[in-house]
């Protein structure tokens, strides 16, 4: 794996904390992709899907991608890449026994000849509830 | 914005989830450890053609995944696959190929068999099988090398299992996380001996269970468990 380090930041979210966000709201925040030495990057996607994890095989739901860069990655050089999702209705983000629905925002390198660097950063896509459960805002 | 972390009840363990989760290809193959009889076999200067060999369970397949990454990474072209239930016939054209990496070998037909002792007379073969292939390779040109990946020893499976939990690691929680205790592998190694699936199976329960904490697992804590649920 290219000597390669990604950061997810999302806006308004302490660092470490994972941010949560109401089905229909708008996700964004801040790819920062740093390269330890030179990197040939054929695409930089940014994408926002759900994955299930747990007892059976992944499966995923792809909302939205976004290919922000074809082109080299110099040594040392550390680039921002800002994104926005308008995030769907459902499903919502759900932790079970045998199976969960994670939401993230996964960045990923295509380089050529070798595995590919990635990294999956979760939030939650959930309802609050409000007023004893009788209101969801 | 606020605090998500009841959706994520192993980020208490210092945890991303459940390290004994199903993971994808991909993911299995970052993490697998490649053991030292594989290892001196693919780094052979003389290519040898390499048969995995053992019953299901035992990690096959995350090792020839991993085999075949490590050799893609060393520059060559790679073919890569798994036979499921019921296949009979490979499909990948091997031209072009340098090294052709199938898994569950045992299922192909007759004809097939004869196919790909063809193609062992040009193209590296790592092949995972439960059934031993030496006799079809016997012509090829190249050397075979045969591991038993059943019979790796319970210092493979302790390295299997703590890769594992690492990966499940939180960034910055690199050594404060939940993790099995010495004496939790020497049990596990006692009760399901080679057969690693069947103890990731059973830790996928224990972890979903009770683990919350960055304390280590015992054993006696794995007894107990199995005593709930055998």
Known sequence: VPDVQIFVSFDGAAPGSVPRY??????SGVARVRAGSSVKCNHLRIRCLWQ???RGDRDEGVIETKDVLQG????????DFPFRFELPREPWSYAGHYINIVWGI???LDVPWASNPKQFTPFVLAPTWAGGGATMR | VSDGDPFFPFHAAGLSGNPFRVLPDDELRRIAV????VLAALDDPAAPHVQLLGDAGRGKSTTLLAAAARLERAGHTVGVEYLPVGTTRFTTDPSGLDVFCLDEVQRLGRWERRRLRHVAGWCRLLLGSHEDMTPLLARASRAVVTVCVGGLGPDHCR?????RIAYAALLGRETDHATLAPDALDWL?????SDLRGAERFLYEVFQASVRTPEPVTAARLAAALARCP
Do not use: D, H, K, S
């Open chain 2, 189 to 193: 190694t006692v009760r399901f001996g």
């Open chain 1, 106 to 108: 996964g960045v990923e």
């Open chain 1, 22 to 27: 109401a089905p229909g709201t708008v996700v």
């Open chain 2, 34 to 37: 490649l053991p030292a009889p």
């Open chain 1, 72 to 79: 080299t990655l110099n040594a040392g050089e550390m680039r």
């Open chain 1, 52 to 54: 299930t994890e747990g």
């Open chain 2, 159 to 163: 390295a299997v299992l703590a890769a």
